[in-house]
């Protein structure tokens, strides 16, 4: 499994962004995919996740500000993230897990700067 990442870039605070992650591959066993960010000095911590069934969880800090959906048509997963603060500045990382795997896509530098 290949997970392409994008959509990352500077956005003022308040303002929003869409990441996408596009898998290429077998994705047949594939249960859970997730986004998780990480700052330098931090470990990477878990922003979003939806698994196979459509049930999603979320961070402490993306609770009611950031939606994570799937378009399995298109193998994508989607984050929309809204009202960004300068702490939502980070690396994000897409994940996406099977019983016996991890894969991981390139990050996507996300600035929330005015």
């Known amino acids: 499994v290949q997970l392409q990442a994008s959509g990352g870039g500077l956005v003022q605070p308040g303002g929003s962004l869409r990441l996408s992650c596009t898998a290429s591959?077998?994705?047949?066993?594939?249960?859970?995919m997730g986004w998780y960010r990480q700052v330098p000095g931090k470990q990477r911590e878990l922003v979003a996740a939806?698994?196979?069934?459509?049930?999603?969880q979320y961070g402490d800090s993306a609770k009611g500000r950031f939606v994570i959906s799937r378009d399995k048509e298109r193998n994508t997963v989607y984050l929309q993230m809204n009202s960004l603060k300068p702490e939502d500045t980070a690396v994000y990382y897409c994940k996406w897990s099977s019983r016996l795997y991890d894969y991981w896509g390139r990050g996507t530098l996300v600035t929330v700067s005015s």
């Open positions: 591959g077998s994705i047949d066993n594939i249960y859970v």
């Open positions: 939806i698994n196979s069934g459509g049930f999603t």
